[in-house]
């Protein structure tokens, strides 16, 4: 009777303990920084939509031109993050937003890990999905942008790249320009890894197993071997030359000028971060704001 008395005082003590470090962590949480670097003559708005897609709330930001006179439209740029990336990345990490100050709609959606492609595991994450119709439909809608395919960009570092390469070569009806800053071109490629079995698996989640169909039809590498060279958009292509990607992005490059893409790739002395990021993006809104209008 002692013991069965102890055991459940000591649970009792358990509980009680658990619950007040959970509730000590939770007041302690610190709320995500969030620091946007809005030029002057732009402004920001957050935006929250229930996706028929994804069957839930999603959210984006935007950076307008801060005055707008009745009836103006103007052309979209779509900003990607990269892994572990949100809302935040592009409006904290980059000037960016000087580019809505000179007549752009620059628009950033959050997609967590999702490669910007629809889950093979996780029916519900239709991301594919969600970013070519679904928040294209939102902003057109919601804002005084411009509909037609000339008018409309992509832009993505990292898993962003990644996901803007594939938007060029499966869906070149949407966009006229892709802009792909340190593009993860290679991941669908990648064998499974003991030494990294957790990415290996996350991997295998979003695009299904090595060698599968549902793999290849998402694996850059395959897709600019069967797609059409003179409907794709044009890509603006970068890599940082100490980058572990850097073999791979500029293997890409090179199919894509074997068969004849119109394209440019740039390389610079950096690695796979922001630092190199921005030494890259006004180059490639240089390009961009010369071709999409």
């Known amino acids: 009777m002692f013991l069965h008395h102890h055991t459940r005082s000591a649970t009792a003590l358990a509980l009680v303990l658990l619950c007040t470090f959970l509730t000590a962590c939770k007041k302690a949480e610190v709320p995500l920084l969030d620091h946007p670097q809005i030029a002057a003559g732009s402004r920001m708005e957050d935006v929250s939509f229930t996706s028929a897609s994804m ?35 592009w409006s904290n990490y980059s000037q960016v937003s000087e580019y809505a100050a000179k007549g752009y709609i620059l628009v950033m959606p959050a997609e967590e890990c999702s490669y910007y ?35 409309r960009a992509v832009v993505g570092v990292s898993m962003g790249g990644y996901g803007a390469i594939t938007s060029a ?23 499974f890894s003991w030494q990294h079995y957790w990415q290996s698996k996350r991997f295998e989640s979003i695009f299904g197993p090595n060698g599968s169909a549902q793999r290849n039809a998402r ?4 897709l600019v071997e069967s797609a059409e060279p003179n409907s794709t958009p044009y890509i603006y292509m970068t890599a940082g030359e100490q980058e572990a990607m850097y073999t791979s992005i500029k293997r890409f ?11 440019e790739f740039h390389t610079k002395p950096g690695g796979h971060d922001w630092n190199e990021w921005n030494k890259e993006i006004p180059g ?4 961009l704001t010369a071709r999409v209008k």
């Open 55 to 89: 069957g839930r709330e999603m959210k984006y930001r935007v950076f307008l031109p801060a005055s707008i006179a009745p009836g103006t439209k103007f052309p979209v740029v779509y900003l990607l993050h990269g892994c572990g990336g949100d809302v935040r990345d």
């Open 117 to 151: 492609i629809n889950s093979q595991a996780n029916p519900e994450d239709k991301y594919e999905d969600y970013t070519t119709r679904d928040l294209i439909a939102d902003v057109e809608s919601r804002f005084p942008a411009k509909t037609e395919r000339e008018n």
């Open 169 to 191: 070569l499966v869906h070149p009806e949407i966009y006229s320009f892709v802009g792909a800053i340190s593009p993860a071109v290679d991941v669908p490629s990648r064998k």
């Open 219 to 222: 694996d850059p590498f395959k």
């Open 253 to 263: 490059a090179e199919k894509l000028k074997a068969r004849n893409f119109q394209y």
């Open 284 to 287: 490639c809104m240089k390009e």
